[in-house]
């Protein structure tokens, strides 16, 4: 008897120990088969006419668009919204078809619709008996790539118009019968291109979607399905895998005037986009000059605040409605900076120079960017979220309160506006701006107290410099509690570094400088789209002080990716 209690014992471990074992095995053999799975997969999408994705999981019923049965894992097309499974993605690729990004259109400037069929958006209506759709577990509905018109399988038959109009964003949308107009030209001429417009309609004002995949909380490759699935793909760039002055050429083939850019990303990412506009003008290329908003995905957004989209955004709109914003926005002229960095005792070194948008710092605030930026180069994978992000500002900003690196900044630089000496006090930081918000949200210039200051401008082409005392002063100014020491307003602005390594930032790219001589001028004048219809709350807080932002017054308050080629 005294063995059989052991013995059990001895059961029971080695139950326990498969029970244990064999679920952890299979996740190791399926974690080794997926890169090798996704390997085989990525050299088909490579060749395939769809803009494949695959995942793991889908994160609602889907069902296979080839084979009708339910898939869990897969892949899907971010363009025309075709869903398979492994073993019918090369068939899928076959037997149907993608959206085309260049075709002759069958009827006076309109095209047929291009159904695929099942997985319809739940809240959808027939278009035909006017009832729900996709409330049923089958591949019964049928949805429009172009317009995203949804109609019943037993409806599709007597559906009385089968010509597309490309529904509600026909405004935004870049035809493919256009482009293929455009392709047949055999004169390169803007009046050319304003007489094919003719056929895409009144108010006809195209947009193209530059998205920064790696910027803010990594919401940029979700924005590029999205957009995709809306838009004529060849007008949504992924800026990882092509730069703006690439994608920008798309407007040299549009008409004059007419086109806007979304751009996705950070204040980073709007500068170089701007910069590649600049290049368009030094190319003779100004008519083709298009007008630029933003969708803030990045840490700061401190530019997209200032002109009202918003310090950042987390899905919280749906992209339709974003469209709907863009056309809705003013236009305004924001100016733009040359900075130029002048090394003392290397004469015959090419002084730098830099464009600016927002703010140009030396202190504090440079520092904390200079150590963000240098570990996120290091681990850029661990700084794929804003939360994280500021947390990090936070810690080094913390550190300095106790290091004070910037101190007896007055002692080792001077501080020149429209050619006049200022005499500076005890500071540890000098930021000079562009626009109304920096750090993160916070109005510099305005602040808080009694005293009257004007309220920036982003086209008056002014700078407001101002100083701080320390990382803990900068705290302090971001949560109200403390002015920063307004030094002036000016044209130009100059600084001298006499002495000593002192890190410095240009709208966040940092760098550490030795002694310098720095100088800040007008440079030019950029188009951007400013969106009045939605505050921050600090606008509402000084709406009673300052008056309603306006236009003329602005209170800084893939496989689808492809080139249209013109024989």
């Avoid at 759709?133 to 019943?152: A, E, F, I, M, S």
């Avoid at 947009?207 to 007008?235: D, H, I, Y």
């Avoid at 409605?321 to 004469?347: F, I, T």
């Avoid at 004070?404 to 000098?430: A, F, M, N, W």
Wanted: glycine share 8%.
């Amino acid at each position: 008897m005294s063995g059989s209690p052991r013995g059990a014992q001895w059961t029971l471990l080695l139950w326990t120990t498969v029970a244990v074992l064999v679920p952890v095995l299979i996740t190791l053999w399926c974690s080794f088969q997926r890169p090798k799975r996704k390997v085989q997969l990525k050299d088909l999408f490579r060749k395939s006419k769809h803009g494949w994705h695959y995942t793991d999981l889908f994160n609602k019923p889907t069902y296979c668009c080839v084979c009708s049965q339910p898939i869990l894992q897969g892949a899907f097309c971010d363009c025309c919204g075709i869903c398979a499974d492994e073993e019918c993605i090369q068939r899928a690729d076959r037997i149907l078809s993608c959206k085309e990004i260049m075709t002759q259109s069958q009827t006076d400037g309109r095209f047929y619709h291009q159904w695929v069929r099942g997985n319809v958006p739940l809240a959808s209506y027939c278009a035909e008996c006017k009832q729900q759709c996709g409330n049923q577990p089958k591949l019964c509905d049928y949805r429009c790539v172009w317009c995203q018109t949804t109609v019943h399988d037993d409806c599709l038959s007597s559906l009385n118009d089968d010509l597309c109009d490309l529904g509600e964003f026909r405004s935004v949308i870049i035809p493919p019968y256009y482009l293929y107009q455009v392709n047949k030209l055999r004169r390169r001429h803007p009046d050319e291109y304003s007489k094919l417009a003719a056929v895409c309609g009144s108010g006809w004002t195209p947009v193209l979607v530059l998205a920064n995949t790696r910027s803010g909380n990594n919401m940029g490759e979700v924005l590029l399905g999205e957009f995709r699935t809306l838009l004529n793909p060849v007008q949504v760039f992924d800026l990882s895998e092509l730069p703006p002055s690439k994608a920008l050429q798309l407007c040299t083939l549009l008409p004059p005037g007419s086109v806007r850019v979304l751009v996705c990303g950070g204040d980073g990412t709007v500068g170089w986009v701007l910069d590649a506009i600049d290049t368009m003008k030094l190319k003779g290329q100004d008519q083709f000059i298009p007008l630029v908003t933003i969708l803030p995905l990045g840490t700061g957004n401190d530019l997209s605040n200032s002109l009202g989209w918003g310090a950042g955004y987390a899905g919280e709109i749906p992209v339709e409605q974003v469209l709907r914003n863009v056309l809705e926005a003013e236009v305004v002229q924001m100016d733009r900076w040359k900075v130029q960095v002048v090394s003392k005792g290397n004469y015959f070194r090419k002084p730098k120079v830099l464009s600016m948008n927002n703010y140009f710092s030396v202190g504090p605030d440079a520092l904390m960017a200079l150590n963000f930026h240098a570990h996120r180069e290091k681990t850029p994978s661990f700084f794929s979220s804003r939360i994280i992000n500021k947390a990090v500002y936070f810690f080094y900003g913390t550190k300095d309160c106790l290091v004070q690196e910037c101190k007896d900044l007055d002692k080792r630089i001077e501080l020149e506006l429209d050619g006049e000496q200022v005499t500076l006090p005890s500071l540890e930081g000098i930021i000079v701006c562009n626009i109304g918000y920096w750090g993160g949200g916070c109005r510099l210039w305005e602040g808080m107290g009694d005293e009257p200051y004007p309220p920036t401008r982003v086209d008056d082409g002014l700078l407001e410099v101002v100083g701080v005392y320390g990382s803990f002063h900068c705290a302090q100014i971001q949560v109200n509690l403390a002015n920063p020491v307004r030094l002036g307003q000016a044209h130009t602005v100059r600084l001298v570094l006499k002495s000593s390594r002192m890190p410095m930032q240009v709208d966040g790219e940092p760098w550490a400088q030795g002694p310098c001589t720095i100088t800040i001028t007008h440079k030019t004048q950029a188009l951007m789209l400013y969106h009045s219809a939605e505050h921050t709350d600090d606008d509402d807080s000084s709406a009673s002080e300052a008056e309603e932002p306006s236009a003329d017054h602005i209170d800084t308050a893939s496989n689808t990716q492809e080139t249209v080629t013109v024989s």
